[in-house]
């Protein structure tokens, strides 16, 4: 245990020599915002020079690992957690998770359903009018094409998928009306 808690101090010591509290605040914010998908790593390894890291590398394992910690801040006691930290970050890591909780929170919600069922992610819509085709000149009407981008996950890894549904007039009406009534059924 006592090995154990000495190799997590060690993970976050890089942190303790960081004197500027406000370059602290910025690099924990920024560990968050790579936990929530806001930043990918190569944005979050082109950071690694504005706060004094010389390898990117360093950075990034920097930034993943207090993602983690922030992440099992969330599911588990954070008590337990804060204490692993050096004395000099067991207030101000868990000030800067408290305010922005919410958002956190909200990311792990729907990464925890996206492993139950695909979520819808966004979408977006495409009306195209056909004025005529090969066989019939007078062949007029509306096609309505709706793009799903879906993100599961899958086994630990994040996958993206999309679904497109194609519609005349009369079935984009149908799924209109089948979706209205859900949600007035949902509401009620």
């Keep these: ?14 942190l303790s020599n960081i004197d500027n509290k406000e370059i602290l605040t910025e ?3 920024n560990s968050i915002d790579f936990l929530i998908g806001n930043q990918d790593e190569q944005q979050t390894m082109r950071l690694c020079h504005k706060y004094g890291f010389h390898n990117p ?18 599911y588990a006691d ?7 930290l050096p004395p000099d970050l067991q ?7 408290l305010s922005r909780r919410e958002e956190v929170i909200c990311f792990l919600m729907r990464e925890q359903n996206a492993i139950e069922c695909p979520l819808v992610e966004s979408f977006d819509w495409d009306v195209r009018h056909i004025l ?12 309505t094409t709706i ?6 996950e899958a086994s630990n890894r994040k996958e993206r998928k999309q679904l497109h549904f194609q519609f005349d007039r009369n ?12 949600v007035k059924n949902e509401s009620h």
Excluded: W
């Design 91 to 97: 207030t101000i890591v868990p000030a800067v998770l």
């Design 147 to 152: 793009s799903f981008r879906l993100c599961s």
């Design 132 to 143: 005529g085709d090969s066989s019939f000149d007078q062949n007029y009407r509306t096609l």
């Design 57 to 74: 590398d360093d950075f990034l394992l920097a930034t993943r690992s207090i993602a983690k910690l922030y992440r099992n801040m969330c």
């Design 27 to 29: 690099i924990l914010n």
């Design 171 to 182: 079935k984009l009406e149908d799924v209109i009306n089948a979706l209205e009534s859900a």
């Design 78 to 84: 954070q008590e337990s957690h804060v204490a692993m």
């Design 1 to 14: 245990m006592f090995y154990h808690k000495v190799k997590k101090m060690k993970d976050y010591e890089f």
